[in-house]
């Protein structure tokens, strides 16, 4: 309650962020305070901050300050002064160790999760091109741990603002999700302000390589048996996660390019860099001196990846896209990407046979999804009715394939925005309604891997997804039985059984 006295006490600030208003929400008693910090010790004293004092220090420092109610000086100057020892007039262009410390904390923060998947009270994040933390709490009434803020709650009961346009058939059971949110993330077209907030999170380290492994399995759930997550962990083959880049994707939209995988692959990221200003070409070098790796929807992700995989006594390794090599490719293993094209171009070298396609419209500043073979009350084009961050609707895929040429298995968790890639992984975590989808579009069980695609449509309101529905699925060539299937065939039997 003392921290609640001290912001009554400080002096109002207009406007109050998000940010401060969801902290000050959620940690409102003394024994939430202790739990907080109970976790912050645990966090900082794990496996994934060891070795590394001063992102420790800068994460205690950042919740600390966020407890007493001190988000004015949660800024870069002030906490290079305060913690880092710096002179007040010191260069934060030419000194960057704020920024650098942030960036590697996302990353710790990211692998902590990886490992120990969604287990304890609270989420700690540190959100891109901020230093206020944002703390979530577990939502114990939802099919599984998730994380929910104090203001996603009040929202998700709200009415939708905007509908979709009534050509967009909806041919499954709608899925609301009124306590679980999917995760939020920036949008693949970033405003003004984006841009700045980007700068503000750069030059982090590159976390390539680091496994997510399984540890005592005596409390572990059972394995699921819903595709795909038999197919990608229950057999002899590695499992990679692949991070998004949400730094390249800002790239493409500065440079007004749409990058090619080749290009990607061989490191070449600015496309045409006499054709931008100077200004423009020094802000791109910035941006690219390191991955946003731990950009959400990404970490929540992982973390139910992790938590999966573990139930199966996997180990999960997980790396960004820029550090990812077509070399990898070429084995056995199996693979997720997260991401579509934009902002992971490792998408596009294994998603050429799918249906659902993303298509990118330099008009609109987005991409799109194109439906290549479409079947019976099904639209050619998917077009979003917003961006990331706005109120509407978009499109996302959940596509299991196989690597070309390889004998593993991929899956691909990919949206129209950072919102949908977001709902994409927040669907294919829950089990019920994977298995429901699965049987209505024709797989009634996870002996024979099948390969499919599911196209879903999420609406949001002020970035924050809300409502999610499947649109189609589609069975690929190989397998049990080699025809393409729309979902409505199938609704009729997965109802009359109880899926």
């Known amino acids: ?53 001063r992102s420790a220090q800068f994460l205690e420092f950042v919740i600390e300050q966020s407890i007493a109610g001190n988000f004015d000086q949660l800024k870069e100057r002030l906490i290079g002064i305060r913690l880092f020892k710096r002179e007040p007039s010191y260069d934060t262009g030419d000194d960057a160790i704020v920024r650098v410390t942030a960036s590697d904390v996302r990353k710790r923060l990211l692998q902590h999760y990886g490992w120990f998947g969604t287990e304890s009270s609270f989420r700690i994040e540190l959100p891109l091109g901020s230093y206020i933390p944002r703390v979530s709490r577990s939502d114990a009434s939802s099919h599984g741990p998730s994380w929910v803020e104090p203001t996603q709650r009040m929202e998700a009961h709200a009415n939708l603002a905007t509908t979709p346009e009534e050509s967009t058939r909806v041919i499954s059971t ?19 302000w984006l841009l700045v907030a980007f700068a503000a999170a750069l030059l982090g380290a590159v976390f390539c390589g680091w ?21 990608l962990f229950d057999s002899s083959r590695s499992a990679h996660l692949i991070t998004s880049d949400a730094n390249i994707d ?35 070098r910035v941006l690219l001196l390191a991955d946003s790796s731990a950009a959400t929807p990404d970490l929540p992700i992982t973390a139910k990846v992790a938590q999966i995989a573990q139930t199966f006594s996997k180990k999960l ?66 077009i979003p009715s917003a961006n990331g961050g706005g109120t509407g609707y978009s499109y996302a895929i959940i596509a299991f394939v196989q690597n070309p040429d ?48 599911i196209l879903l449509q999420t609406d949001t309101m002020a970035g924050v997804s809300r409502r999610t529905n499947v649109i189609a699925c589609h069975l690929l060539p190989g397998g049990a039985a080699a025809s393409t299937s729309n979902l409505a065939t199938h609704a009729a039997a997965a109802e009359s059984t109880g899926w």
């Not at 912050?40 to 060891?50: D, Q, R, S």
């Not at 579509?340 to 993303?358: E, G, T």
């Not at 925005?417 to 797989?443: H, K, N, S, Y």
């Open 317 to 382: 390794a997980v790396q960004t896209a820029r550090s990812f090599q077509l070399a990898f490719l070429s084995n056995n293993d199996n693979f997720i990407f997260l991401g579509s094209p934009r902002s992971n171009p490792w998408f596009s070298a294994v998603a050429s046979a799918l249906d659902f396609q993303f298509v990118f419209n330099p008009k609109m500043g987005s991409e799109f999804i194109r439906n290549a073979r479409p079947q019976k009350s099904e639209q050619v084009e998917y």
């Open 250 to 284: 800002t790239v493409e939209g500065i440079t007004h390019t749409n990058l090619s995988l080749s290009d990607y692959a061989n490191h070449k990221y600015i496309a045409q860099p006499n054709a931008l200003t100077p200004e423009q070409l020094k802000f791109c």
């Open 174 to 192: 709608e899925v609301v999700q009124p306590q679980t949110p999917a995760i939020t993330a920036p949008s693949h077209t970033p405003s003004p």
């Open 406 to 453: 390889q004998n593993g298995e991929v899956l691909l968790l990919a949206g129209a925005d950072g919102e949908a890639t977001g709902a994409a992984g927040e669907f294919v975590a829950d089990l019920p309604r994977m298995a429901a989808t699965l049987q209505a579009c024709g797989l009634k069980g996870a002996g024979t891997s099948r390969h499919f695609e």
């Open 1 to 53: 309650m003392e921290r609640v006295q001290r912001l009554k006490q400080t002096p109002s600030r207009t406007p109050v962020s998000a940010g401060e208003d969801a902290f000050s929400r959620i940690i409102g008693t003394p024994e939430a305070v202790a739990a907080l910090r109970k976790l912050l010790g645990e966090i900082t004293g794990g496996p994934a901050f060891k070795g590394s004092q």
């Open 211 to 231: 496994f997510v492994g399984a540890r005592n399995s005596a409390d572990r759930t059972a394995a699921p048996r819903v595709l795909p997550w038999p197919a």
